[in-house]
């Protein structure tokens, strides 16, 4: 499967286009840095799904570090169907968010 940016390395706050998952084709998202190797552990990624009434809700968030304030880790897998955006949270340090 290809690779696409979600969101292009920055420090400011920024969401994603809307992205769809469907049944049986799970997506892979994983945190970016301009350097590549570790992941500072202020950075902050929300993944969202869209509701039906248009609204976002957070389901889960990428951080440096799995359990750390809740996070998923660097990486996480969506499987469940549905429309989903993810949000940067401005802290300051560079972060983008890929798509596998």
Not at 20 to 29: D, F, R
Not at 46 to 66: D, H, P, S, W
Not at 82 to 98: A, E, F, K, L, N
């Amino acid at each position: 499967m290809a690779t696409s940016t979600l969101l292009s390395v920055a420090d400011t706050q920024a969401n994603s286009a809307d992205f769809t998952v469907v049944a049986g084709t799970p997506a892979t998202l994983f945190l970016t840095t301009t350097a590549g190797g570790d992941v500072n552990d202020d950075v902050q990624v929300n993944l969202q799904i869209k509701g039906m009434l248009g609204q976002y809700i957070n389901v889960a968030r990428l951080g440096a570090e799995t359990g750390i304030d809740g996070s998923q880790g660097t990486a996480t897998q969506v499987a469940a169907p549905g429309t989903y955006r993810v949000q940067r949270v401005p802290t300051g340090i560079p972060v983008g968010v890929d798509q596998a």
